[in-house]
């Protein structure tokens, strides 16, 4: 079991940048690949962005691209999603989700390739 805590969000003006945290509690957290997703008001959960467990491969939305870095500190059990130049369309709930990584370059973009999920943390970027 791997319980997730998102923390980070908040109210930004477009161009501003947020660091958003997921902080995992249980066993071998440095063997999960991690997620970010994101739901907009009235609109589907999304991808943002992915890490793998070993951290060596990452994958990213089109939209947040050269924007966004996911990266992760298996010593603090925490896995980041550093946003630069933000737009107003960035608004939404980000969760992360956690999968066993079962194999080094594992990120996947899916949502029901993750098997546990945070509960939120809302980023409001005002224009």
């Known amino acids: 079991q791997v319980q997730l805590v998102e923390s980070g969000g908040g109210l930004v003006q477009a161009g501003g940048s947020l660091r958003l945290s997921c902080a995992a509690s249980g066993r071998a957290f440095s063997t999960y690949a991690i997620g970010w997703f994101r739901q907009a008001p009235g609109k589907e959960r999304e991808f943002a962005a992915s890490i793998s467990w070993t951290g060596g491969n990452m994958n990213y939305a089109d939209s947040v691209k050269d924007r966004f870095t996911i990266s992760r500190d298996n010593a603090k059990n925490t896995v980041y999603l550093q946003m630069n130049s933000l737009k107003p369309e960035d608004t939404a709930v980000y969760y992360c989700?956690?999968?066993?990584?079962?194999?080094?370059?594992?990120?996947?973009?899916?949502?029901?390739?993750?098997?546990?999920w945070g509960q939120g943390t809302q980023v409001t970027v005002s224009s």
């Open positions: 989700a956690a999968v066993f990584g079962s194999s080094r370059s594992w990120a996947p973009v899916l949502e029901h390739a993750y098997d546990y």
